[in-house]
Every structure is written in structure tokens, then in C-alpha cells.
T-cell receptor, first 112, second 111 residues
Framework: DAGITQSPRHKVTETGTPVTLRCHQT?????MYWYRQDPGHGLRLIHY???????DKGEVSDGYSVSRSKTEDFLLTLESATSSQTSVYFC???????????FGQGTRLTVV | KNEVEQSPQNLTAQEGEFITINCSYS?????LHWLQQHPGGGIVSLFM???GKKKHGRLIATINIQEKHSSLHITASHPRDSAVYIC?????????????FGTGTRLTIIP
């Protein structure tokens, strides 16, 4: 199995609180992605990183920020959680062209 | 318009039937990925292919680069094949580009 782990796997938080999700990889892959998955929408890109300290926004980035201070960790932060951010969050990694993509097991976040 | 389109969105079939799921893309790609997600589960990679055909057990993936089209076939389908199947198209040159997904095909195999 590829070395990619997400933490936490489940979280319930209150509206207005900050939340940080962690994606950790041991594959030394350059590219890391955060997606959210909601019924009827499939996987939607929140933010992605193409190198240490190199990040860019995806299609649903409002309300989210990311940081990547080292190759192995990509953090997703909800500065002030809202109920609309209740979702399942997936992290993905890929080494580059022609390499396989690997996914974390997902984090189920509930904002109450 | 999504750069990666899948069809059908939902598919229900009887056990034993031959299944085909299609993926069309409009972007230049380095390879196309087929992924599987069981209900409530994680996402696993089934295939990565940039040309021709690949086979793994009862699953077969094909790609036509010129037509920008890929298909995933399942032979002798089984209820355990019930899952969401997703195609993903990494950009050709990567750089600072993103990995684009189709919206998925929900497959239900009835015993």
C-alpha cells in the first residue's frame, strides 16, 4: 500500500471553530491535492500543491487554506468551519506524468 | 463544462452482465486513471494507462488517445463490483496543473 495517511479520520466540530486536516505521505511525491466529496458532486478540488511552499487554489477554495512546509505534509485548514463544509475530505498524491495516483482513506468532517 | 466526462452516471445491471463505463476528456493528458470507491470507503487505483489496453482479472481498461476516450469493462459482473468508478486525467506536462476527475459512475449489480 502507498504511504499516505490522513488524520483525523473522523471529526465533529462546532460552527465557527478552526479545523486542520493533515495529509502525510512517505512516497516523496511532488504533487499533493485536497478534495472534498459530496453527494451529486463527485470529487471537487479545494487546493493543491506542486512543491514545498507551492500551492494553488482549486474550484472550491473559499473558506479553506493550505500549507506545505515540507514534502511529506499537506495541511488543510478551515479557518472558521461552517455547516456547508460538512463533507468527506480526500487527500491524493501523484509523483508526476505517468505515475500512479494514491488516495488517503478520507476524513469525514461534520460541522454542527 | 467538466473537462472529463463520464457516462453513464448511474448503471444498474444483473449479476453476470458485461459492463461498460465510458470516459471522455478534452485536456491533454499524461495517462488516464481509473479509480474505484466502494460505499463509505476509500478510493483505490484500478488502472493507469496511456495507450492500448490493460487487464486485471475481470476488469479491462482501454484508451484511444486520438479520440480522447477510455472505457472500463467488467466481465461476468458480481455484486461486489458495486461501487463508484471514477476516471481521472492528470495533465500532460504537470507543472502547476491539477488532476481532473470525472463525476463518477455509480454501478449497482443485482444478484
Amino acid at each position: 500500500d502507498a504511504g499516505i495517511t490522513q488524520s483525523p479520520r473522523h471529526k465533529v466540530t462546532e460552527t465557527g471553530t478552526p479545523v486542520t486536516l493533515r495529509c502525510h505521505q512517505t512516497e516523496n511525491h511532488r504533487y499533493m491535492y485536497w478534495y472534498r466529496q459530496d453527494p451529486g458532486h463527485g470529487l471537487r478540488l479545494i487546493h493543491y500543491s506542486y512543491g514545498v511552499k507551492d500551492t494553488d487554489k482549486g474550484e472550491v477554495s473559499d473558506g479553506y487554506s493550505v500549507s506545505r512546509s515540507k514534502t511529506e505534509d499537506f495541511l488543510l485548514t478551515l479557518e472558521s468551519a461552517t455547516s456547508s463544509q460538512t463533507s468527506v475530505y480526500f487527500c491524493a498524491i501523484i509523483g508526476g506524468p505517468g505515475t500512479e495516483a494514491f488516495f488517503g482513506q478520507g476524513t469525514r468532517l461534520t460541522v454542527v | 463544462k467538466n473537462e472529463v466526462e463520464q457516462s453513464p452516471q448511474n448503471l444498474t445491471a444483473q449479476e453476470g452482465e458485461f459492463i461498460t463505463i465510458n470516459c471522455s476528456y478534452s485536456v491533454g493528458i499524461s495517462a488516464l486513471h481509473w479509480l474505484q470507491q466502494h460505499p463509505g470507503g476509500g478510493i483505490v487505483s484500478l488502472f493507469m494507462l496511456s495507450s492500448g489496453k490493460k487487464k486485471h482479472g475481470r476488469l479491462i481498461a482501454t484508451i484511444n488517445i486520438q479520440e480522447k476516450h477510455s472505457s472500463l469493462h467488467i466481465t461476468a459482473s458480481h455484486p461486489r463490483d458495486s461501487a463508484v468508478y471514477i476516471c481521472a486525467a492528470p495533465p500532460k506536462n504537470f507543472g502547476n496543473e491539477k488532476l481532473t476527475f470525472g463525476t463518477g459512475t455509480r454501478l449497482t449489480i443485482i444478484p
